[in-house]
């Protein structure tokens, strides 16, 4: 009994320390030429996954800041994502649209 309850406290422990380390997703959709939602905050180490919900047009992700880059177009239906490892504010809009606007804080 005393082994199992020891296990058990381990097993707690483990998952408190694997807890922050375990990759997110967050989900931002494109619609009517819309970022939705147009900001957002994460934690460094979150995945970001564009979903375009337009009926006929594609969109991309085109990063404006230092270093910035582009996604592939993804058309209705597609999604690309991309994991944000280090700190700091990334501006973005869309290569095609340059009035769609997104911003994403990662935090540490
Ligand atoms: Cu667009």
Redesign the pocket.
């Known amino acids: 009994m005393r082994m199992k309850t020891r296990t058990l406290a381990v097993l707690w422990g483990l998952t408190l320390l694997a807890g922050p380390a375990l990759a997110q997703t967050v989900e931002v959709g ?1 619609r009517e ?1 819309k970022y939705e939602p147009a900001e957002l905050k994460i934690r460094a180490g979150t995945t970001v996954k564009w979903t375009n919900n337009e009926k006929r ?4 992700v085109l990063f404006t800041g230092p270093g910035g880059f582009e996604s592939e177009r993804f058309f209705p239906g597609e999604s690309w994502q991309h994991r944000f490892d280090s700190p700091g504010v990334y501006e973005y809009t ?4 340059p009035e ?1 606007k997104g911003r994403i804080e990662v935090l540490r």
Do not use: E, L, Q, R
Request: proline content about 9%; overall charge neutral; glycine content about 10%.
């Open positions: 494109i030429y047009t594609s969109h991309s869309c290569g095609p649209h769609m």
